[in-house]
């Protein structure tokens, strides 16, 4: 057999799985309308059809069975979008996050619910909330900790406000590029950023723009939107690059190889239990002696592992503080359940922000 002949062959095997993945996926979304009948006629206008643990519970399952040769996180994308495209048949889902169009956020927003979800660009993390509560927008996505600059204190501040909780985490491996529609680095005098994206790359800087002047802005798209304008540079994504129309002078600017950035799914919706769980905490310490070490003793007679706890003022006095703190496990599992009614006998405020999947890839 001839190359051409062998070439031909495997051409026509490829167009005939082709045919077969065709009609799969239209089973598929045939399955997801029967779904959507289902639940309206069971509940109604207040039909969930989101269901945060469902689909991590899927994702994870493709990925553990995923034998190759492409990459299992590849596998999960690819299910992620056929999923969200049946949800969408289904209903709809409207998803505020913190813009302009071109952010990371929007990154988030896309890895988490696919791109056949309704996005909508706030201007502001208070206001990805208030889209939110007044049910404007089923969900929000609102960043809340880098791995080289820490957390994003507006989104816990805001949290303290809010009747919100977290329906799901995504987390996006950031690589900032210096865009602009100038030709090269000597022609750059101004460099534009959210103040984060600046000291995430201030080697790259020091090292290659050393002249230029650095600008912090609300955030990396709205550089990117400010560059074009203005003809000069910025550090944003590669999302930001094709939605402004910008030249990338460089890629992966950043300092840290691993800078990634971690974002929350927020709702008014209770997640159930996915088999593997995070749960999030807000909790006030009452005044008195060996009060931190009271929040932190359930946990550790109880082996269940806490991975981050931060604190802020509580704006509710003079050095009164709050502390959020992340946990594994879902609040209904026992030992995690142990363990919180023993925290909120000993807190002077405490609230469950949210118990929801880690994020599946």
């Known amino acids: 057999m001839s190359d051409d002949e062998k070439l031909k062959k495997i051409r026509a095997e490829i167009d005939g799985i082709d045919h077969e993945i065709q009609r799969l996926i239209s089973a598929r979304a045939k399955c997801a309308l029967s779904v959507a009948e289902v639940k309206q006629a069971q509940d109604g206008p207040q039909a969930e059809f989101y269901r945060p643990e469902r689909e991590a519970q899927v994702l994870r399952r493709i990925m553990e069975r995923d034998s190759g040769p492409l990459a299992k996180d590849t596998v999960a994308k690819l299910f992620r979008e056929i999923m969200s495209a049946c949800l969408a048949l289904e209903s ?12 990371f956020t929007q990154e988030a927003v896309l890895k ?3 791109h056949a979800v309704e996005s909508h660009a706030c201007l502001s993390i208070h206001a990805v909330f208030r889209e939110v509560e007044s049910g ?44 602009s529609a100038k030709e090269a680095l000597d022609q750059v005098s101004i460099v534009y950023a959210h103040e984060q994206a600046l000291a995430q790359s201030r080697n790259w800087l020091d090292a290659h723009l050393p002249q230029a002047k650095r600008l912090a802005v609300s955030s990396n798209a709205e550089a990117a939107r400010i560059a074009k304008q ?21 890629r992966h600017i950043e300092d840290q190889p691993n800078n990634t950035t971690r974002f929350l799914v927020i709702s008014a919706q209770d997640v ?29 007679t109880r082996n269940i592992s ?19 703190i992340d946990i594994d496990g879902h609040k209904t599992d026992l030992p995690v359940a142990d363990a919180l009614t023993t925290l909120q006998s000993e807190s002077a405020a405490f609230r469950i922000l949210g118990s929801y999947p880690t994020a599946p890839y």
């Open 112 to 114: 988490h619910f696919g």
């Open 230 to 250: 203005q003809g000069e540079a910025a550090i944003a994504s590669e999302m930001a690059a094709s939605v402004y129309k910008l030249d990338i002078l460089s």
């Open 92 to 103: 709809p889902q409207r998803v505020a996050y913190l813009g302009p169009e071109g952010t």
């Open 306 to 324: 806490m991975s981050r706890i931060e604190s802020r003022p509580s704006r509710g006095g003079l050095w009164e503080y709050v502390f959020f």
């Open 136 to 179: 404007s927008a089923k969900y929000g996505v609102v960043p809340v900790e880098n791995s080289t600059e820490g957390v994003v204190n507006h989104t816990l501040d805001t949290f303290m406000q809010s009747p919100l909780c977290i329906a799901g985490e995504a987390v996006i491996r950031v690589h900032l590029n210096l865009l």
């Open 272 to 300: 159930p239990p996915s088999g593997n769980d995070k749960t999030t905490l807000l909790v006030s310490a009452a005044n008195k002696p060996g009060a931190l070490f009271s929040l932190l003793e359930p946990f550790a």
